[in-house]
C-alpha cells in the first residue's frame, strides 16, 4: 500500500521588481482596486493576523504615528486581515477610544482571502485562517521591490520599514546601491565598473568617489 501524496493550494509567485497581482476590496474607506488606488504613490501593503489582538494592536499603533512621515515620502498605507469590514470598523473605534490614536488609512475586510492568497500571505504551517504579518514595498509603477515577513507572535520593526523606504527611493532617484544598515545622510555604493577599462578608470577618481578597490565605490549625494 502506498502513502497518497498530499495536495497542496499553490499560491503565486511574487519576484522582485516584478508587477504585484490586481485586485479589488471592500475596506473602511469603501471599494479599492489596487491598480487605480493613489496611482502616484508608492504603497505600502500589510497583513495582520487579527482584529482585537494585541501584537496587531501595537502594530496599527505604530503605522499610524508613522502615517506623516510615510505620507511625506509620498506613501499610501493599506492593511489588510481575514476579518470583516464590520470587525475593522469596530478596531479602529476601539484603538481611538482606548488609545487615542486614529487609524487614517484603509484595511482591506478579506474574508474570502483573496487578497491573502494572491500574495501568499497565508501559510498554512501558522495557520489556515490568518494572515502571517507580511510587508510589501510596491512603487508607483506597482512593482514589487521588497517584502518582508514576520512571524504571527513577533511584531515588526517599523525603523526599518522607514528605512527600506527611504533606500528604495533613494536608489532609484540616484542610480546607487545603499550599503548595509544605510540610513539617509550615508555614503552610497557607486555601482562597480563593467568593464577592465572602467575599472582601471575607476582607481583615478579618488578625488571623486571614496575609493576602496575598482569594485567598491561610496560617494556622498
Known amino acids: 500500500m502506498t502513502d497518497t501524496p498530499q495536495t497542496t493550494t499553490s499560491q503565486p ?5 516584478g508587477p504585484v497581482p490586481d ?22 501593503l500589510f497583513s495582520h493576523p487579527a482584529d482585537f489582538t494585541p501584537v496587531c494592536t501595537t502594530e496599527f499603533m505604530a503605522f499610524a504615528k508613522l502615517h506623516a512621515e510615510f ?25 481611538k477610544e482606548k488609545f487615542g490614536i486614529a487609524i487614517e488609512f484603509p484595511i482591506i475586510a478579506d474574508l474570502d482571502m483573496k487578497v ?15 494572515a502571517v504579518r507580511a510587508v510589501f514595498f510596491i512603487d508607483p509603477k506597482r512593482r514589487l521591490r521588497a517584502m518582508i515577513y514576520y512571524p504571527l507572535n513577533v511584531g515588526r520593526n517599523f525603523d526599518e520599514i522607514l528605512r527600506a523606504v527611504d533606500a528604495l ?53
Not at 485586485?23 to 505600502?44: C, N, P, Q, Y
Not at 491573502?116 to 504551517?125: C, E, I, P, R
Open 13 to 17: 509567485r511574487l519576484e522582485l521588481n
Open 23 to 44: 485586485f479589488t476590496a471592500t475596506t473602511t474607506h469603501g471599494k479599492i482596486t489596487l491598480s487605480t488606488w493613489e496611482t502616484d504613490k508608492w504603497v505600502i
Open 71 to 95: 505620507k511625506k515620502r509620498n506613501v499610501a498605507l493599506l492593511g489588510t486581515s481575514i476579518d470583516s469590514v464590520h470587525s475593522h470598523i469596530a478596531w479602529v473605534r476601539n484603538v
Open 116 to 130: 491573502s492568497k494572491l500574495f501568499g500571505m497565508v501559510h498554512s504551517a501558522s495557520s489556515e485562517t490568518a
Open 169 to 221: 527611493q533613494t536608489v532609484d532617484a540616484h542610480a546607487v546601491a545603499c550599503p548595509a544598515d544605510w540610513r539617509p545622510g550615508d555614503k552610497v555604493i557607486v555601482p562597480p565598473p563593467a568593464t577592465t577599462q572602467d575599472a582601471e578608470a575607476r582607481m583615478g577618481k579618488a578625488g571623486e568617489y571614496d575609493v576602496v578597490d575598482w569594485y567598491f565605490s561610496k560617494r556622498s549625494l
